[in-house]
């Protein structure tokens, strides 16, 4: 799991360079494994706007299972 963080981390840090975001970087800071309805542990303000992913995702040997990505709206 944390290799698919770190993976996706990087991407993101791809995506943003490329647009010409340089005031922000991205860094893995680990799965958290949150059950639902459970807020995010990044700084956050009740009510303030989230981008969230959600893929169905199957990691050998495990069931397959929901992977949700919830990101703080980049201003």
Do not use: K, N
Not at 8 to 28: N, Y
Not at 41 to 48: I, K, N
């Amino acid at each position: 799991m944390l290799e698919i963080d770190d993976m996706i981390a990087s991407a993101t840090a791809s995506a943003l360079a490329e647009h010409g975001v340089a005031r922000w970087s991205v860094r893995s800071a680990g799965c958290q494994g949150v059950r639902a309805g459970i807020r995010p542990a990044f700084p956050y303000v009740e009510g303030s706007e989230l981008v969230v992913g959600r893929v169905a995702a199957r990691v050998e040997p495990f069931p397959a299972a929901e992977l949700v990505l919830v990101l703080p709206v980049l201003d």
